[in-house]
Nanobody, 116 residues
Framework: QVQLVESGGGLVQAGGSLRLSCAAS????????MGWYRQAPGKKRELVAS???????NYADSVKGRFTISRDNGKNTVYLQMNSLKPEDTAVYYC??????????WGQGTQVTVSS
C-alpha cells in the first residue's frame, strides 16, 4: 500500500522559513514524479511545486524564488524548503504522486500558518 506522510509544518512569522518533508513507502520512489500542493480555507487546492524523476522542477509563479523542491531517492523523501514566507502562504500542504494516469495518492497534509 502506497503511503505519503508529510511533516514539518507549523507556525512561523512572516519572513521566516520552514522545511516540509514527505516520506513515501510502498512504491518505487525513484520512478515517480512528486508534487507539493496547498489548500487555503475557502480556496481550491493548487500546485505549489513538482519534481520529475530526473529532478527537473516546476513552481507556481507565487512561490518562484522563495520555495525549493528537492528529493532524496535514498530516503524515499521529497522536501519543500520555504523561505521568505508570507501570510498568503498559509494553507494545508499536501504531498502527491501519480501511480497511473488516473490514480493519485495524497498525504494527510501538514498545516503551515504564517503570521503577519
Amino acid at each position: 500500500q502506497v503511503q505519503l506522510v508529510e511533516s514539518g509544518g507549523g507556525l512561523v512569522q512572516a519572513g521566516g522559513s520552514l522545511r516540509l518533508s514527505c516520506a513515501a513507502s510502498g512504491m518505487l520512489f525513484s520512478r515517480n514524479a512528486m508534487g507539493w500542493y496547498r489548500q487555503a480555507p475557502g480556496k481550491k487546492r493548487e500546485l505549489v511545486a513538482s519534481i520529475t524523476t530526473r529532478s527537473l522542477t516546476n513552481y507556481a509563479d507565487s512561490v518562484k524564488g522563495r520555495f525549493t523542491i528537492s528529493r532524496d531517492n535514498g530516503k524515499n523523501t521529497v522536501y519543500l524548503q520555504m523561505n521568505s514566507l508570507k501570510p498568503e502562504d498559509t494553507a494545508v500542504y499536501y504531498c502527491n504522486t501519480a501511480l497511473t494516469a488516473v490514480t493519485y495518492v495524497w498525504g494527510q497534509g501538514t498545516q503551515v500558518t504564517v503570521s503577519s
